[in-house]
């Protein structure tokens, strides 16, 4: 089946400076998206790509669709403590069905 | 903006009995839900695919007779875990697209813990 790597697995930076993380998959995708979750909680889309190629911003967060449909990266900008929590990267290959990665657990000292 | 809103947050139940997990699209219809499953420090994974009106369809290895899943509305599906064992323990979470945005919107996860 499918499978998303997705790295680093975790990363411990100070406050201010810049993330960034990424996806592989062994296949295409036709959607990428990238999520945040808290602990206990849900994941919250951050943001979705739907095109090869395609660079979408929002905030301080920036997300690319690769051009070959089997990769993604997201990056944060100038972080901030609230950007604790995992990051999940997740494809959708058809039929809405969505594949995550493992996540990247992301420590910001302030 | 839309939501999903998932019932109950937190449940503990005993060996053997059944539980009942809620999902809602609050202001916005669903035909399709999906439900995951999340152990701890690991990813989602799709357990099956909630159709309104229809059946719901299961990914490889869930026990769909443990799993029952009911869409019988345009907002609300509901996941019970039958007969439940202590391995069933984890976090289950609803999630449902809007537009062309697969996952757009998910619940607030439940964790069932049964003893």
């Known amino acids: 089946g499918q499978q998303l790597n997705q790295s680093p697995q975790s990363m411990f930076i100070q406050e201010g400076e810049d993330v960034s993380m990424n996806c592989t998959s062994s296949?295409?995708?036709?959607?990428w998206l990238w999520y945040k979750q808290d602990p206990g909680e849900g994941p919250v889309l951050l943001i979705a790509?739907?095109?090869?190629?395609e660079l979408t911003s929002n905030g301080r967060l920036t997300a690319q669709f690769g051009i070959t449909r089997k990769d993604s990266f997201l990056n944060i900008s100038a972080s901030i403590p609230s950007d604790v929590g995992i990051y999940f990267c997740?494809?959708?290959?058809?039929?809405?069905?969505?594949?995550f990665g493992k996540g990247t657990k992301l420590t910001v000292n302030p | 903006g839309a939501v999903v809103s998932q019932h109950p947050s937190r449940v503990i139940c005993k060996s053997g009995t059944s539980v009942k997990i809620e999902c809602r699209s609050l202001?916005?219809?669903?035909?399709?839900m999906f439900w995951y499953r999340q152990f701890p420090k690991q990813s989602l994974m799709l357990m099956a695919t909630?159709?309104?009106?229809?059946?719901?369809?299961?990914e490889q290895g869930v026990e769909k007779d443990k799993f029952l899943i009911n869409h019988a509305s345009l907002t609300l599906s509901t996941l019970t875990v039958t007969s439940a064992h202590p391995e069933d323990s984890s976090f289950y979470i609803c999630?449902?697209?809007?537009?062309?945005?697969?996952?757009?919107?998910f619940g607030q996860g439940t964790r069932l813990t049964v003893v």
């Open positions: 296949s295409i995708f036709n959607t």
């Open positions: 997740a494809g959708e290959g058809g039929s809405e069905k969505l594949v």
């Open positions: 909630s159709n309104e009106g229809s059946k719901a369809t299961y």
């Open positions: 202001d916005f219809q669903a035909t399709t």
């Open positions: 999630s449902a697209p809007q537009g062309i945005t697969p996952g757009a919107f």
């Open positions: 790509l739907y095109k090869a190629g």
